[in-house]
């Protein structure tokens, strides 16, 4: 079912999962973890809702945490550094160079 809120859809957690590749077991530990919340969870059932305009930045999670990303950092970034993406995936790309070097020796 599609609810709107202030004239937007909104969609279920399936749904948006669906959308963003993202698992509903990951969207509900995120919104524990306050990294990434819903637009509304309904008080009495906890079904939670998102609205179109996250799913931008919900793929952005997936994809900084299919590189093993640390949330930490995913965090940093969607906190209004987003002009930073390039640059951390850099970093963690070197620090996973030197991780390979390590097992290697």
Excluded: W
């Excluded at 990294?35 to 509304?40: I, M, N, Q």
């Excluded at 640059?87 to 097992?103: G, M, T």
Aim: hydrophobic share 45%; proline share 4%; aromatic share 4%.
């Amino acid at each position: 079912m599609l609810e709107v809120m202030d004239d937007k859809p909104l969609l279920n957690i399936g749904a948006f999962a669906i959308a963003t590749g993202l698992s509903t077991v990951a969207l509900r530990h995120y919104s524990e973890i306050e990294l990434f919340r819903p637009v509304r969870v309904d008080p009495d059932t906890g079904y939670r809702q998102y609205a179109a305009d996250q799913i931008e930045d919900a793929r952005l999670i997936c994809g900084l945490r299919a590189v093993n990303l640390p949330l930490d950092e995913i965090r940093t970034l969607l906190a209004g550094h987003r002009a930073r993406v390039r640059a951390a995936l850099d970093n963690h790309r070197e620090r996973l160079l030197v991780q390979s070097r390590e097992i290697a020796q």
